[in-house]
């Protein structure tokens, strides 16, 4: 699983372009902006997108919306909401997208922690299991008077019903990078450890920012997410050939993962289609992951 840059060239094998009719409900007014041969990108609102969307045909859901920070995206967005109306639209397309998920598939939400608890508590609402809240350990941002200094995303993972697929993953046992020499000895029972390394654990301390401009696009301001967590999310909820669904595009990582592990994607983004697709047939830049899938 290590990768520094993988290019479009590499990866696309069959250039038959992604046939999304099994998926979408046939519309002509909505169509896709770009097909690659794993997948279809469009340039629509996400609910608009996802309710061309099939019921329960997609394996598993990420999604990544704007944190209602008053950030600056495309023409097209609004980030800065008031927080009802902010919660009543997230509510509006994750029932939406938690409706195109088949039984046992998964569902991954980015955002912070404010704004995850609550979200969290309207996914349990609407039947949707509990699985994890993971902790993606990221200091971006500045410290903010009389609070902690907030440190983690929060990336919650439900499912709908007992998960059909989990894959288990494994990091490298942590090395001091002064001495190189092993951090922990686990209770003395380091000799008893699986060679493969560690259990991935709900704390993710490893995922790098995304600082260099060849992870990023002129054309888009907003923050790119790394690709070591969507790594991580495809890995662990999809084998190869399933479907993923992303309704914020944004810079395309999801999209550039699911090429690289050979699953199908589908997506959106209602003002970075083009930005999506120049990446897909450009380099892919992805982070380096030395996770190990563990299948025994």
Not at 30 to 56: I, M, W
Not at 108 to 127: C, D, H, Q, R, T
Not at 226 to 252: C, H, Q, Y
Request: proline content about 6%.
């Amino acid at each position: 699983m290590q990768r520094d840059q993988l290019s479009f060239e590499e990866l696309k094998g069959d250039q038959t372009p992604f046939d999304e009719s099994p998926f979408i409900i046939d519309s002509p007014s909505v169509q896709p902006y770009y097909r690659s041969p794993h997948g279809a990108v469009y340039a629509e609102d996400c609910n608009t997108f996802l309710k061309q969307v099939k019921t329960g045909v997609v394996d598993t859901v990420f999604a990544d919306p704007p944190f209602n920070l008053k950030k600056e995206y495309g023409a097209k967005s609004n980030d800065d909401l008031t927080e009802e109306e902010y919660l009543a639209w997230c509510k509006t397309w994750i029932a939406e997208a938690a409706r195109t998920i088949k039984p046992g598939g998964a569902f991954f939400l980015y955002n912070i922690p404010k704004w995850n608890v609550l979200l969290g508590a309207y996914m349990s609402e609407i039947g949707l299991e509990f699985r994890h809240w993971i902790a993606v350990s990221l200091k971006l941002g500045l410290p903010i008077q009389k609070k902690l200094y907030p440190a983690h995303y929060s990336l919650l993972y439900f499912t709908k019903g007992k998960p059909k697929t989990f894959r288990k993953l494994r990091t490298p046992i942590e090395l001091c990078r002064h001495c190189d020499r092993e951090i922990k000895d686990y209770g003395g029972h380091r000799n008893a450890m699986n060679p493969k390394g560690v259990n991935l654990t709900d704390i993710w301390m490893d995922i790098p920012p995304v600082r260099h401009q060849k992870y990023k696009s002129s054309d888009r301001k907003a923050n790119a997410l790394s690709s070591k967590i969507l790594d991580r999310v495809v890995e662990m909820s999809t084998a190869p050939g399933d479907l993923v669904l992303d309704p914020f595009g944004g810079s395309g990582t999801t999209f550039a993962v699911c090429e690289a592990k050979h699953r199908n994607w589908l997506g959106t983004d209602i003002d970075f289609a083009a930005v999506i697709k120049e990446r897909l047939e450009g380099d892919l830049f992805l982070h380096r992951n030395t996770d190990v899938l563990d299948l025994d």
